[in-house]
């Protein structure tokens, strides 16, 4: 079911603590352009269709990435993209959006969305995996 834009819009704000929903929709509009050119195929086409209809249009034309860009790149990338921001106003920009895209999307597509991504993005999305090996505690000693 499709998140509505006043809701996923009331969502963002909330977790970004953004004092306009101007903000919040800058913010949005900018990470979401960045996350559809990580995602291809079914699972970019089933996440645009339960966002609001803007942000699924523009989730579906990104601005064009050359590579996959690791989470950390991906948060400097919106810190480029919105005026006046840091690494640090970004990566908040990145969770307050990410964690409602993954609320819209649901647990299953979520899992399937962080499948497509570069390692770390699920912190990005508020969803921390159990990525705990037994031995890999012991495997980084030094």
Do not use: C, K
């Not at 929903?21 to 291809?40: D, M, P």
């Not at 570069?118 to 030094?142: I, K, M």
């Amino acid at each position: 079911m499709t998140m509505r834009w006043d809701v996923f819009l009331a969502h963002v704000q909330e977790r970004g603590e953004y004092p306009t929903r101007t903000e919040a929709e800058r913010a949005a509009r900018t990470v979401l352009a960045l996350l559809g050119a990580h995602l291809v195929g079914e699972v970019r086409a089933e996440l645009a269709a339960r966002l609001p209809e803007t942000f699924s249009l523009i989730l579906l034309n990104p601005l064009q990435a050359a590579e996959p860009l690791s989470a950390e790149r991906f948060v400097r990338a919106t810190a480029a993209w919105i005026e006046g921001a840091t690494e640090r106003t970004a990566a908040w920009d990145v969770g307050a959006v990410l964690s409602v895209t993954a609320d819209a999307a649901g647990e299953e597509l979520t899992r399937r969305i962080l499948l497509q991504l570069p390692p770390g993005y699920d912190l990005l999305f508020g969803r921390p995996q159990d990525t705990s090996v037994p031995g890999a505690a012991n495997a980084s000693g030094d």
